[in-house]
Nanobody, 121 residues
Framework: QVQLVESGGGLVQPGGSLRLSCVASGSISSINRMGWSRQSPGKQRELVAAIFSGGRAIYGDPVKGRFTISRDNAKNTVYLQMNSLKPEDTADYYC???????????????WGQGTQVTVSS
C-alpha cells in the first residue's frame, strides 16, 4: 500500500510564505512525477506545480515566479515553497505522485488527503 502525507499548511498574511511537504511511503519501486494541485470552494481543482524525476518542473500560470517546487528523491518527498502569497491562493492543496509499486506494473497516480492554506489578514 502507498500513502502520501502532506504537511505545512496553515494561516498566513498576504505577502507571507509557507512551505508544504509531502512524503510518499509504502511499497514503492519508483516515482516519476510528483506535484501539487489546489482546490477552493466552487472552483475546479487546478495544477499548481509538478516536478519530474529528472528535475524538470512545470507551473500553473497563477503561481509562476512566486512558488518553487523541489523534491528529495532519497526521501520520496516533494516540497512547495510558496512566497508572496495572495488571498486568492487560499485553497486546499493536494499532493500527487505517479508511483510504480514494488510488486511491478504500471505507474499509478496517488493523492494525499490535502492540507489547507489560508491567506488572510
Amino acid at each position: 500500500q502507498v500513502q502520501l502525507v502532506e504537511s505545512g499548511g496553515g494561516l498566513v498574511q498576504p505577502g507571507g510564505s509557507l512551505r508544504l511537504s509531502c512524503v510518499a511511503s509504502g511499497s514503492i519501486s519508483s516515482i516519476n512525477r510528483m506535484g501539487w494541485s489546489r482546490q477552493s470552494p466552487g472552483k475546479q481543482r487546478e495544477l499548481v506545480a509538478a516536478i519530474f524525476s529528472g528535475g524538470r518542473a512545470i507551473y500553473g500560470d497563477p503561481v509562476k515566479g512566486r512558488f518553487t517546487i523541489s523534491r528529495d528523491n532519497a526521501k520520496n518527498t516533494v516540497y512547495l515553497q510558496m512566497n508572496s502569497l495572495k488571498p486568492e491562493d487560499t485553497a486546499d492543496y493536494y499532493c500527487h505522485a505517479d508511483i510504480r509499486s514494488s510488486t511491478g506494473g504500471p505507474y499509478y497516480r496517488y493523492w494525499g488527503q490535502g492540507t489547507q492554506v489560508t491567506v488572510s489578514s
